[in-house]
């Protein structure tokens, strides 16, 4: 579903991802875990051109994402980005931060949109806050309105980047758990976390970076218990 294939991307003269080569099969969770400053970010925001590279190529379902043709709109409506910070629209209520996009880029009816946003922020535990404005709602509800609006587009894969950095720990949970549950339907995701319990119960694979390479690929089950270079068995043993 998300192929990545020999890419390189500096900042100036600065290069910060070394010919990087990555496969997510549809369906599947991978967490992105390395120091801070590996490429992390940097990466998970290439796979919907929010970065450009200066070689290889990545293709989201088939389309070719930093080709000049790529209509990008289409291409970011199939591409869910949850950031560290949330980034709510904060003169919207959560139920017109949900709707705006499906409304306005899709052009979907205002009373279906309404229906679907409804329906997606009870799943996420937001019944009762659909015309709440951002800023009455907590960091955690917020990250859950941020998650609905990213589904509210339908798309064929997720990306997370950091989604509980900002939380207060109590909130970690329930973002943890709304990530958690959409696993469960078979969304294909790239998750960058810190959280590394998260990452060992529900991901399929951990790829861990460092100063701007893949170092390690593997299950947690392998990772977790018996990291195969000297950089993993650092980072970890910081970590964990
Ligand atoms: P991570 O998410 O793993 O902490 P990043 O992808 O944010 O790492 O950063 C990788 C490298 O790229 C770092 O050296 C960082 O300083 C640099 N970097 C990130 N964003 C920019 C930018 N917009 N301009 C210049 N350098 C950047
Ligand atoms: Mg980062």
Avoid: W
């Avoid at 329930?174 to 990452?199: Q, S, W, Y």
């Amino acid at each position: 579903m998300i192929s990545i294939k020999n890419v390189t991307k500096s900042y100036g003269t600065l290069k910060v991802l070394h010919d990087i080569n990555l496969e997510i099969p549809q369906s599947q969770v991978f967490a992105l875990i390395g120091p801070s400053g590996a490429g992390k970010s940097t990466l998970i925001r290439t796979i919907n051109a929010l970065e450009d590279i200066q070689a290889g190529e990545i293709l989201v379902d088939g389309t070719s994402v930093h080709e000049k043709k790529t209509d990008i709109n289409k291409l970011r409506a199939d591409i869910g980005f949850v950031f560290q910070s949330f980034n709510l629209y904060p003169h919207l209520t959560a139920l017109e931060n949900v709707t705006v996009a499906p409304i306005n880029v899709k052009g979907i009816g205002k009373k279906e949109a309404e229906e679907k946003g409804k329906e997606l922020l009870s799943s996420l535990g937001l019944g009762e806050k659909f015309a709440s404005y951002p800023g009455q709602l907590s960091g955690g509800q917020q990250q859950r309105v941020a998650i609905a609006r990213a589904l509210a587009m339908d798309p064929k894969v997720m990306l997370f980047d950091e989604p509980t950095s900002a939380l207060d720990p109590e909130m970690v949970k329930e973002v943890l758990d709304a990530i958690r549950k959409l696993a469960g339907t078979g969304m294909t995701m790239a998750v960058v976390t810190h959280e590394m319990g998260f990452a060992k119960e529900i991901c399929n694979q951990i790829v861990f970076m460092a100063e701007g390479r893949i170092v390690e690929v593997a299950p947690p089950s392998e990772f977790f218990s018996n990291p195969k270079t000297d950089r993993a068995q650092d980072f970890l043993g910081k970590v964990l």
